[in-house]
């Protein structure tokens, strides 16, 4: 599956993508703000995107209205700190909510998960 990974930390976004690429998914690009987000979204077209919400650059929830406007198909992962969002984001139209503390390593078999059933 191609990925897309969107967080503020470079740290976190090197994490998480050498955790996908390990499980077989190939991370097509990264992002740190919402505007990059978005961009790359629409240059690389990822089945999937991972992002948290919490960027510098745009309000929590625009991003993902933004990110399911661009990549409607895309199954789109938020992956956050920010448990006070979760409803919003559901309802905005991300397909699932992770707690970053807890369920980091749940989120390449997530997808796979994702990917299978979509066929």
């Known amino acids: ?4 990974v969107v967080d503020a930390s470079a740290r976190l ?4 993508s050498a955790r996908l690429a390990e499980r077989g998914h190939l991370v097509v690009g990264e992002a740190d703000t919402a505007a990059g ?3 790359a979204a629409v240059a ?3 089945d999937a995107i991972v992002a948290d919400v ?3 650059d745009r309000h929590r929830l625009e991003l993902v209205a933004a990110l399911r406007v661009v990549r409607p198909d895309a199954i ?3 992956l956050t700190n920010a448990a006070a969002y979760r409803e919003h984001c559901l309802a905005l139209g991300a397909d699932c909510f992770l707690d970053k503390s807890v369920a980091f390593d749940s989120v390449a078999e997530l997808l796979r998960r994702r ?3 979509r066929g």
């Open 1 to 4: 599956m191609r990925v897309l």
């Open 13 to 16: 976004r090197e994490r998480l």
């Open 37 to 39: 987000a978005v961009a």
């Open 44 to 46: 690389l077209g990822p």
């Open 54 to 56: 919490l960027l510098r």
């Open 76 to 78: 789109l992962v938020v």
């Open 115 to 117: 990917e299978v059933a």
